[in-house]
C-alpha cells in the first residue's frame, strides 16, 4: 500500500500528462499499461479513430469513451475507390449519429471517409449536437445539397466544412444561402460538386463574412472572372483551390486576376485548375515562391508551360500532376524543387493502348536524384526496369509510400524482360521505413519473398496480377510484422496461404481478396474457426452455396470486429458464421 | 486433409537468401526450399512479440509443396483464366474493371478533359470497338442512377445488361413498382446527357442513349 502512494500520481496529473498525447497510437499504448490508466485515459479521450466502422459497434465506443468529442470513422475498403465494391454493400453512418445524438449532445467533429451519409443523417446531425464544429467528408456518398442545407442551417458554430471525392446531388445551389450571417468558417471545400449552378452572390457573401477563412476550394462551376472577388474577400487564405480555370484572354481579367492573387501574402496551397488556359497561369506566379503544395492534376496543360510555373516554386513539397509533365518536366522539378516530398503523377488516358506522352521511368529516376527528401511518391507510367527501381531505392532510403502503377497488367522489365521482383526487393530491402506500397508488372512469387524478409514496418500493401502460388501469399503474411491492410486483385492466391496464416489475420484490420483463388468451403472453414473475424463473401453472380464449395468465390472481404456479424448487408454478401464447437481455444 | 489453423508453434524465422541485392540482374542462387531449409544463425530477430497475440504461425513445410506442380488441385491455371477472363468480360468487353486504379471522381473529370483535347478518334474507337455501353468508355461503372419523379430515393441500374429500351423499361417498371398501364398513361422515360441537357430517350435510338447518358429520371407525363 505504501509503494503504491509514492509510485503513483493523482488521476488529475495524470489526465494532464495524458493530455498532451495526441496520437491515437499512443494513446491505445497508454491504456493498457494498467487498469488505473486504462480508466483514466477512457474518460479522458477526446478523439476516437475507428479504423473501420464495423469493427466496433457506435454503443461499444461510447460505453468505453464517454466524452469524446471527435469521432472519425472509416466505412468501404479501399478498393470501393476503383469500382471493385458493388453498391450498396454498407458503411452506413446513420446508426452511428443516432447512437450519438442520444448519448451527448456536445460532439463537435465528424469525419468520414468512404461512408455512405444520407440527407437523414446530416438532418440529424444537425438537429443533435449544438456545438458542431467540423464536417470531414471523404469520398462519402448518399447525401444531397438538402442535407447541406441542413448543416449549414443549424450549425451556428461550423468552422470546417470540407466534402473531398464526395458524389453529392447537387439539387440547388442555393444550400450555401443557408448560414447564417453568424457564421465564421474557417475552411470550406466544395470542390467536388457538380457543375450545376452555384449561387455565387451567396458564395461571395459567404466568404466575406467569414474572416477566419483560411482554406478554400471552390467547384469547377465557379468561373475564372469571379475568382478575383473571392480573394480580395479573403486575403489571408492558406489554402485556396480555384475552379475553371479558363476564359478568353482579357486584360482586365488578368490584371484583375494577378493583383488578388499578389494581395493573398500567406497561400501555400493551391488546386482546383480545371480546364487550365496556360496563358492566365502568370497571373499566380506572385504567390509561388511561397507555395507548399500544388495540385495540378485536373490541368491540361504541357510540360513547358508546366516547367516554367514549377521554376517560380522553389519550396515547393507537394505536387500532384498529370502525366503531361513527361519526363522532361520531371527532370526540371528534380533540379528546382529540393524540397519536394510528395510527388503524385496520375494518366491523362488512362485507358489508352498506346502511350500519348514521355513519361517514363526515367522522371522518376531523376526526382529520386534530385530531391533529397522525396518521401510519398504515386506514379502511373507504361514502362519500368529494375535497373531504374533499384537506382530509386538507393536514392531514396527514407520512402514512406511508394505506390507504382504499370498501366498494363504484367508489363516485364522494358530492358530484360524479366520480372520487376528485383526492383521492388531493393525497395523493401533499401527503404526500411516503407509503410504503403502498391505494386504493379510483371511480378513472381519472388518479390513476395522480399517484401516477407524486408518490408517489417509495411502497413498496407496493394497487390495486382501479381505472383504465381499461394507462396507468394504465404511470404507476405507470415513476414510483415507489421501488416494492417491487405488488398489483393486477380492472384493466384488461394486456400493454402490463406488458411495456414487464419491467426494473422486477427492481427490486421482487414483483407481483401477479389477474382483469385479462394474456395467457398476455405472462406467457411475460416469463418467457422475465427470467432474474432468477420469472413464476408461478396458475389453477385448468386448464393456462394448453389456452386460447388470448391469453387472460387468473387470477392472477399475479412476483417477483425468485436462487434460480431452486421446485420445490415445487401442480398449478395453472406458473413460466414461462426461455429463455437469447432473454435480452437 | 485437414489445415493447420490458429497458432502453429513459432519455427525459427527463416534467414533470407544471404545475399546482397545488387544493381542489374542478380543470380537467382536461392529457391524457396533452399533458403528455408537454411535456418540456423538468421540476425533477424522478432524481438517483442513472443509472447503476445502478434506470433505468426511460420508453416515453412507448406512451402515445399507446389514449387514444381503448378498444376496442384487448388491451382489449375484454366480456373484461374476463366475466373479472371469473366472479370473482364463482365463489363461488356470494356475492360478490366477497376483498372487502372484512378479513382472514379477523377474519370468523371478525364472525359471534359479529353474533349477538349484532339482525342475524339480514340473515344470513338473505343466505342465501336469493345463497348457496348460506349460513351463510358472512360468509366469502368455500368451503374447509372435512376429516379423517378416525385420519389426521393434514387435507385441504380446496370446498364451493361440491357441491350434495348424493352429490356430496360421492364427492369425500370419492376424496380419501381409501376404497372403497363401506368407506365403507358403516365411515365415518360428522360435522360441527363453529357452537357447536362434533360432528353427524352423516346426521341432517339438506343445506341446514342447509351451513348451520351449520365442519369436517367422517370418524369410524369
Known sequence: MHKKMMFSFPDEVL???FSFIQSDKDRNSVSMVCKSWYEIERWCRRKVFVGNCYSVSPRMVIRRFPEFRSIELKGKPHFADFNLVPDGWGGYVFPWIAEMAGAFPWLEEIKLKRMVVTDESLELIAKSFKNFKVLVLSSCEGFSTDGLAAIAASCKNLKELDLRDCEVDDLSG???????????LVSLNISCLGSDEVSFSALERLVGRCTNLRTLRLNRAVPLDKIANILRRAPHLVEFGTGTYAADLRPDVYSDLAGAFSSCKELKSLSGFWDLVPAYLPAIYPACSKLTSLNLSYATIQSPDLIKLLSQCPNLQ???VLDYIEDSGLEALASTCKDLQELRVFPSDPFGAEPNVS??????????SGCPKLQSVLYFCRRMSNEALVTIAKNCPNFTRFRLCIIEPRTADYLTLEPLDVG???????????????LSGLLTDRVFEYIGTYA???EMLSVAFAGDSDLGLHHVLSGCESLRKLEIRDCPFGDKALLANAAKLDTMRSLWMSSCAVSFGACKLLGQKMPRLNVEVIDERGPPDSRPESCPVDKLYIYRTVAGPRFDMPPFVW??????????? | MELQLGLALPTTPFSPFGYELKQGPFHNNGSCSSSSSSSGGSNKRRGGFDEDTRVVPKTLRLLLWNTNQRNGEDDDPNDLDDHSSSAILKNGGEGLVGWPPVKAWRKKLRR????????NNRMAAAAAGNNSCGGRAFSNSTYVKVKMEGNAIARKIDLSVHRSFESLTSTLKRMFDISEEQWRKSFKLAYQDREGDWLLAEDVPWRTFIRSLKCIKLVRS
Open chain 1, 318 to 320: 507537394r505536387l500532384l
Open chain 1, 174 to 184: 442555393h444550400w450555401l444561402s443557408h448560414f447564417p450571417d453568424t457564421v465564421s
Open chain 1, 359 to 368: 513519361l517514363t521511368e526515367r522522371g522518376l529516376v531523376a526526382v529520386s
Open chain 1, 575 to 585: 458473413t460466414m458464421e461462426d461455429d463455437p464447437s469447432l473454435q480452437l481455444s
Open chain 1, 424 to 438: 521492388f526487393g531493393a525497395i523493401v530491402q533499401y527503404c526500411k521505413d516503407l509503410q504503403r506500397l502498391s
Open chain 1, 15 to 17: 489526465e494532464h500528462v
Open chain 2, 112 to 119: 471534359h478533359v479529353h474533349n477538349g483535347r484532339a482525342n
Open chain 1, 456 to 458: 517489417k514496418k509495411l
